[in-house]
């Protein structure tokens, strides 16, 4: 595998020819382009392709770029069957190259999923129906998603043991924290590139691309998992995992020494192939020994304990569990260093924020009140401090902070003057100030005064010997402290030079007005999902494949799962997920609905299961059920 060097001529023709379809990694996928070339429904009339045109009023939650926009990806004329070659009932071309689309009763085709046949008022032939119904068991599906996920798993590490280490190749020295970086990384990732090539060759068998499926040896996984993860494999994995939280805290360093250093970093961060923050990446591979768990606890339970593949299967999983086990407490402290350190790149007012005895907890919008009324603010509550900021004007979008409160000695308080000011508000108590607050919804105020109440008694059941206060630049002012407004330093409000990433949750949240938690983001390190899904828009008239990437609370889309860099993205916090109602006109099978405001899409999944598998991982990211006030709770026990 070889990238274009950073700096070098080759590579800057590279990213002319990326720059050709670039669009802006904050977009929404409401602008992916301006116009969208579909596939067809799925009818006898299938010759003409469908174009949507989005409408110059259909804004984008986000913020959009002020280059112009991109022109159109290619015409999509991938094919999408429903069912694995196994079971089809008409010649197919090669998987790679197949460009046939079938009538509606057959479904339209893919090279890479297997869906269900098209709810369907016409009878077809006994022998057709029953050979629609007689899909493969469901753990090719759970085998195909381990596919699936390893797929965006190489992608994720060569962001970093290909792309980044190009980039750094012709800086004159490479910070030692970076080498031990690549020789760690680079095993792993030359591990995985052989490992997914055994895996694809396996569902290949297992679909019956070959005469191997006859003999039902291969329609297995756990002896190629358990042969591939043995000993060494898992050590050189937890060897990594234990040199997380020195790599992140070096990087950090180095950034702060080093300005050239600090340049390089954040011109490949705002590159389209590092889609996430580029310290993301470095906690991939303690992830993906999660996922590898979950998978293959699902599999086990699907599994009787005679079937063939159950025993190696079970001893996999029980390798797995011990391993993640073994690292789940420094896991938690790498995930949360690397929080930290996040939000401290898009905060100004503040450099003192990453503490290794401070925990996030909670971070997300509230209005604030000051002798302008209610202003929108962007809270973020720590073990040990609440901070409260609003957003710059500038380019750069970060956060200025203007105050905080500590957390020892902090009464929350929903007095009867608080419920007279607005709805959904509440006081806050904390050292020398008061502040008024009102949340958005009687659910985000239950949220916040749970997680406050919660962390007030944690704080003071802590036997500091002295308190930690974060050092706030130019906020001393009670003045600012009351009407929030952003200080100014020698006539210009102060700014760093880092580069904007929209899509992260702190941005998101004040969009939408929302909030995110701790466990928000264990629930999203647990559910990741890549793979095909067919999307149509509220108003079209066809369905267009994409490959699609969920994670770090966000749907992230590509043409095929090939492309180093996505199409668009579309953060879901604040998105309702359900399935279509009977007004959507939606007569297909495994279709779930993404709505917020008047933002609506559908997406069709290949099967049950697959349905099942992204309704619970988007689930995971905008489910707003009402939670349970566990702090009335702990007062009460507290009390006692």
């Known amino acids: 595998m070889s990238a274009p060097v950073f700096g070098t001529k080759d590579y800057q023709n590279a990213r002319d020819r990326q720059n050709e379809n670039r669009l802006s990694r904050c977009d929404e996928v409401e602008n992916i382009p301006t116009v969208v070339q579909e596939e067809p429904e799925m009818d006898e009339d299938f010759h003409c392709h469908v174009n949507r045109t ?20 290619p015409p999509l004329d991938d094919d999408i069957p429903f069912t694995p070659p196994c079971y089809r009932s008409t010649p197919q071309r090669d998987i790679d190259h197949g460009t046939s689309i079938l009538s509606e009763h057959e479904g339209p085709r893919s090279n890479v999923s297997v869906l269900s046949s098209s709810r369907t008022e016409d009878s077809e032939d006994d022998h057709r129906k029953k050979a629609k119904r007689h899909l493969v068991d469901r753990a090719y599906y759970i085998a ?6 390893e797929r965006t798993y190489k992608k994720d590490l060569e962001v970093i043991t290909v792309w980044f280490r190009n980039a750094v190749s012709n800086e004159e020295t490479i910070p030692d ?69 020195d790599l992140l805290t070096q990087v950090q360093e180095n950034m702060k020494r080093n300005k050239k250093f ?63 086990s073994e690292c789940k407490d420094r896991m938690k402290l790498e995930e949360n260093l690397q929080k930290l350190i996040e939000l401290q790149r898009d905060m100004i007012g503040i450099d003192t924020l990453v503490d290794p005895d401070r925990n996030f907890i909670r971070e997300g919008c509230l209005q604030k009140f000051s002798r302008k009324g209610y202003q929108q603010r962007m809270f973020f509550l720590f073990s040990d401090i609440l901070l409260y900021s609003s957003r710059t004007a500038s380019s750069l979008l970060q956060f200025k902070v203007h105050g905080q409160l500590p957390l020892r000695g902090m009464i929350v308080e929903e007095s009867d003057h608080a419920k007279m000011a607005v709805a959904n508000s509440f006081a806050i108590y904390g050292g020398n100030k008061c502040i008024l607050v009102a949340a958005s919804s009687q659910e985000e105020k239950d949220k916040w005064i749970e997680d406050l109440n919660e962390a007030i008694i944690s704080s003071g059941n802590r036997n500091d010997s002295k308190l930690k206060y974060a050092s706030l630049k130019s906020s001393t002012s009670s003045s600012e402290n009351v009407d929030g407004e952003t200080p100014e330093i020698n006539g210009h409000v102060p700014e760093k030079q880092i580069h904007h990433r929209s899509n992260t949750t702190m941005h998101v949240c004040w969009h939408r007005n929302t909030s995110v938690s701790l466990r928000d983001h264990e629930k999203s390190v647990r559910n990741q999902m890549s793979g095909y899904l067919l999307r149509k828009f509220k108003n079209s008239n066809g369905w267009q494949k994409l490959w699609v990437v969920f994670t770090n609370f966000c749907l992230f889309f590509y043409k095929t799962y090939q492309d180093d860099f996505p199409l668009a993205s579309l953060p879901l916090l604040g998105y309702a997920v359900n399935t279509p109602d009977d007004e959507d006109g939606i007569h297909k099978d495994h279709v779930f609905k993404l709505q917020f405001k008047n933002h609506v899409y559908f997406f069709r999944a290949e099967s049950e299961y697959t349905f099942e598998r992204w309704m619970e991982v988007i689930n995971s990211a905008t489910n707003s059920a009402r939670r349970i006030r566990l702090f009335s709770r702990l007062d009460s026990q507290h009390a006692s």
């Open 144 to 149: 195909k998603e381990l596919l699936m996920t």
């Open 177 to 245: 924290c970076l080498i031990t970086l690549f020789s760690s990384l680079v095993p792993i990732y030359e591990f995985h590139c052989d490992f997914l090539k055994e895996l694809d060759q396996r569902l290949s068998m297992w679909e019956g691309k070959t005469n191997a499926h006859m003999n039902g040896d291969y329609q297995r996984i756990g002896d190629i998992m358990s042969d591939s993860f043995n000993t060494n494999v898992l050590n050189m994995y937890k060897h990594y995992i234990d040199h997380v939280e």
């Open 262 to 324: 600090d340049q390089m970093y954040k011109e490949f961060e705002s590159q389209k192939v590092c889609y996430l923050p580029l310290n993301t990446f470095f906690l991939k591979p303690g992830q993906r020994l999660l996922h590898y768990r979950l998978i293959l606890e699902r599999i086990t339970k699907h599994y009787s304990m005679d079937h063939q593949d159950y025993a190696d299967c079970d001893a996999c999983l029980k390798n797995f569990t011990d391993a993640v």
């Open 54 to 73: 989005v409408s110059e009023n259909d804004n984008s939650m986000m913020e959009r770029d002020e280059s112009p926009p991109p022109p159109p990806p």
